[in-house]
């Protein structure tokens, strides 16, 4: 909601009431909050690469992922009609009504992401890939106990300024969804609330890609996480003592710390 309402109010207020900057810092406070009102609950799963990525590594049951993905397609649906409520007047004054997906009055964009006219299919692809690897593999990184992980209490807020840092850097191309149910959702509500069937196929049916890319990009950074840290790990002191016990019990025992 406070991302969708950053990019509402720099489109419909034509940069007067914000710029590019603060659509980054909305979506990275807005993270931010996300984990302080749902990670005691579920851990504040809200996207669904990060949830696939879970139960790929081992932590997160593999029955819970259809349920965590449909609730966050829907939270992201019902943010995308809190935003239109919210700034329904704006909009009708913005474009008279005429809401689309393409030209220079297109509205579409305020709630889904959609590419750069010069944005191939392929290039946008990749750009899902490396801006949603770069997400999970910083997450680990920030949970991994055994790495310098963030304090106890600060990993919501790194976690939004990790959010942050890929929209400032990645975003220009199409504008960073890294989160199939971040798009997904709003693109669902857009295509029943006036903008039509033009959603799904603006910028040459580009709406696959926000989908399946982020999965990709997900699993990729987690995968290069755990071949070049996870696996590098030296073992800790119980570690050790476990092992030392287990050698002491059978010498054909083998001990690796992972």
């Not at 914000?18 to 909050?33: A, D, E, K």
């Not at 960073?176 to 040459?204: H, K, Q």
């Given at each position: 909601t406070f991302g969708l309402a950053a990019v509402a109010q720099v489109v419909l207020g034509k940069n007067a009431f914000g710029q590019y900057l603060?659509?980054?810092?909305?979506?990275?406070?807005?993270?931010?909050?996300?984990?302080?009102?749902?990670g005691g609950v579920?851990?504040?799963?809200?996207?669904?690469?990060?949830?696939?990525t879970n139960c790929v590594v081992g932590k997160l049951p593999w029955r819970k992922l259809p349920v965590y993905m449909i609730s966050?397609?829907?939270?992201a649906f019902l943010a995308a009609v809190v935003v239109y409520f919210l700034y329904y007047e704006a909009l009708f004054?913005?474009?008279?009504?005429?809401?689309?997906?393409?030209?220079?009055?297109?509205?579409?964009?305020?709630?889904?992401?959609?590419p750069q006219p010069y944005l191939s299919i392929g290039g946008g692809f990749l750009d899902q890939v490396i801006g949603t690897g770069a997400l999970l593999l910083c997450i680990?990184?920030?949970?991994?106990?055994k790495n310098n992980a963030a304090l106890d209490g600060t990993q919501a807020v790194v976690v939004g300024l990790l959010v942050t840092v890929i929209?400032?850097?990645?975003?220009?191309?199409?504008?960073?969804?890294?989160?199939?149910?971040?798009?997904?959702?709003?693109?669902?509500?857009t295509a029943a609330a006036g903008w039509g069937l033009e959603?799904?196929?603006?910028?040459?049916?580009?709406?696959?890609?926000?989908?399946v890319a982020p999965m990709v990009g997900g699993l990729t950074g987690a995968f290069l996480y755990k071949l070049l840290v996870g696996l590098h790990h030296q073992p800790n002191v119980e570690e050790k003592k476990m092992c030392e016990m287990e050698k002491g019990n059978s010498e054909m025992t083998t001990c690796e710390y992972m």
């Amino acid at each position: 909601t406070f991302g969708l309402a950053a990019v509402a109010q720099v489109v419909l207020g034509k940069n007067a009431f914000g710029q590019y900057l603060s659509i980054n810092l909305s979506f990275g406070i807005g993270v931010t909050m996300g984990i302080h009102v749902a990670g005691g609950v579920s851990g504040a799963h809200m996207n669904c690469a990060v949830s696939l990525t879970n139960c790929v590594v081992g932590k997160l049951p593999w029955r819970k992922l259809p349920v965590y993905m449909i609730s966050q397609i829907t939270g992201a649906f019902l943010a995308a009609v809190v935003v239109y409520f919210l700034y329904y007047e704006a909009l009708f004054e913005y474009c008279k009504g005429n809401f689309t997906a393409t030209g220079p009055l297109e509205t579409a964009s305020i709630f889904a992401t959609y590419p750069q006219p010069y944005l191939s299919i392929g290039g946008g692809f990749l750009d899902q890939v490396i801006g949603t690897g770069a997400l999970l593999l910083c997450i680990l990184a920030i949970n991994d106990k055994k790495n310098n992980a963030a304090l106890d209490g600060t990993q919501a807020v790194v976690v939004g300024l990790l959010v942050t840092v890929i929209g400032m850097s990645m975003g220009m191309n199409s504008g960073y969804a890294i989160n199939p149910a971040r798009d997904l959702g709003p693109r669902l509500f857009t295509a029943a609330a006036g903008w039509g069937l033009e959603v799904f196929s603006a910028g040459n049916y580009w709406c696959w890609v926000p989908i399946v890319a982020p999965m990709v990009g997900g699993l990729t950074g987690a995968f290069l996480y755990k071949l070049l840290v996870g696996l590098h790990h030296q073992p800790n002191v119980e570690e050790k003592k476990m092992c030392e016990m287990e050698k002491g019990n059978s010498e054909m025992t083998t001990c690796e710390y992972m």
